[in-house]
């Protein structure tokens, strides 16, 4: 069973950039795929980016051209590059783990990183 810790969250400006980090407890080179989820108050958690795998990536619209996912997988270590940030991203950030269809637990979570951007 894998643990996951995020790390990297905190308080910036409009425009600036943070990193986030997702520490897995175990190998992550055959995961099926895994990805940053985020949610606010009053809503539900969203996908934000997802990376297969084979490293294929996949975006929300609202972070497109502005997030980065990507992973080490020899450092079993998957990582958000967040730019050119919004107030509107502000949110606890989630590290998901998804061993896919042919295990009967799929999914993992970490316990979430809190990501304010403000002025």
């Known amino acids: 069973q894998v643990q996951l810790v995020e790390s990297g969250g905190g308080l910036v400006q409009p425009g600036g950039s943070l990193r986030l980090s997702c520490a897995a407890s175990?190998?992550?080179?055959?995961?099926?795929?895994m990805g940053w989820y985020r949610q606010v108050p009053g809503k539900q958690r969203e996908l934000v980016a997802a990376?297969?795998?084979?490293?294929?990536?996949n975006y929300a619209d609202s972070v497109k051209g502005r997030f980065t996912i990507s992973k080490d997988n020899a450092k079993n270590t998957m990582y958000l590059q967040m730019n050119t940030l919004k107030p509107e991203d502000t949110a606890i950030y989630y590290c998901?783990?998804?061993?896919?269809?042919?295990?009967?637990?799929?999914?993992?979570w970490g316990q979430g990183t809190q990501v304010t951007v403000s002025s």
């Open positions: 175990v190998s992550i080179f055959s995961i099926y795929a």
């Open positions: 998901n783990a998804d061993y896919g269809p042919l295990v009967r637990s799929r999914n993992y």
């Open positions: 990376i297969s795998s084979g490293s294929i990536t």
